[in-house]
């Protein structure tokens, strides 16, 4: 079993920025791809930012160039830098890994709100 613990959310003011981390523990395939996902009320839960162990990344639309995402296979944490938030950013995020076997698990989620 894996285990994920987000940290880092928070309030933020529009434009500001943000760091979240998630640590993985546990019985961890090394080959895997950890991630962020985020929803927001009466929304769908959506990819943010993903990352595999071999260093590919992939972001949505609407973060590209504001998020970064990075990790640090050692430690098993993935980082989410998110720079210029905005409103609409408001929502819980999710740490997400799915390892090369197809098993997929979440953390708990951490909240995110970009308000003045």
């Known amino acids: 079993q894996v285990q994920l613990v987000e940290s880092g959310g928070g309030l933020v003011q529009p434009g500001g920025s943000l760091r979240l981390s998630c640590a993985a523990s546990?019985?961890?395939?090394?080959?895997?791809?950890m991630g962020w996902y985020r929803q927001s009320p009466g929304k769908e839960r959506e990819l943010v930012a993903a990352s595999t162990s071999g260093g590919s990344t992939k972001y949505a639309d609407s973060v590209k160039g504001r998020f970064t995402i990075s990790r640090d296979n050692a430690k098993n944490t993935v980082y989410l830098q998110m720079n210029s938030l905005k409103p609409e950013g408001t929502a819980l995020y999710y740490c997400?890994?799915?390892?090369?076997?197809?098993?997929?698990?979440w953390g708990q989620g951490t909240q995110v709100t970009v308000s003045s």
């Open positions: 997400n890994m799915v390892t090369v076997f197809g098993k997929e698990y």
């Open positions: 546990g019985n961890i395939v090394r080959t895997n791809v």
